[in-house]
């Protein structure tokens, strides 16, 4: 389970295993999140290496330029719905993807919104790169 707080300088995730009864929480501050030369985001790199696809547990990470321009290409052509069927109709500036290319994820305020249902196929996008 994650819970962000929408407070602009602080991104907090909070990971809680009813099994172990374990708490772990990651607060960094956005503040002084360095940006990624490739894509120009500003993910944590400790939380990119914790995050996964919730559906599959494949391991994910930042999305390239070109596959955000192909991704936003198709959603302007009204072609692009999430898992659960919604039309996505809002441009992404930012996402995450598994890292075996099936799965985008988008980041919102530098938070991953990180829901099976709001996981974006690439399947469905012609022109995606491989």
């Known amino acids: 389970m994650t819970t962000p707080i929408r407070d602009p ?3 907090s995730v909070m990971f ?3 099994q172990n009864r374990y708490c772990t929480h990651i607060v960094q501050s956005t503040r002084t999140r360095p940006a990624l ?3 120009g985001q500003s993910m944590d790199k400790n939380l990119l290496e914790i995050l996964c696809c919730p559906a599959s547990r494949v391991a ?3 999305s390239r330029r070109d596959e955000l321009e192909a991704l936003n290409r198709a ?6 719905v999430t898992v659960a069927g ?3 109709k809002t441009p992404l500036e ?3 993807i598994t890292r075996d290319g099936k799965v985008i994820y988008r980041v919102e305020d530098g938070i991953p919104v990180m829901l099976i249902d709001e996981g974006i196929g690439t399947l469905q ?3 995606f790169p491989s």
């Open 16 to 18: 809680v295993s009813r």
């Open 75 to 80: 959603i302007k052509a009204g072609s692009v």
């Open 9 to 11: 300088s602080a991104v």
């Open 94 to 96: 930012e996402a995450l």
């Open 125 to 127: 996008v012609n022109d």
């Open 60 to 62: 994910v990470r930042p």
């Open 37 to 39: 030369p490739e894509t």
């Open 86 to 88: 919604v039309a996505i």
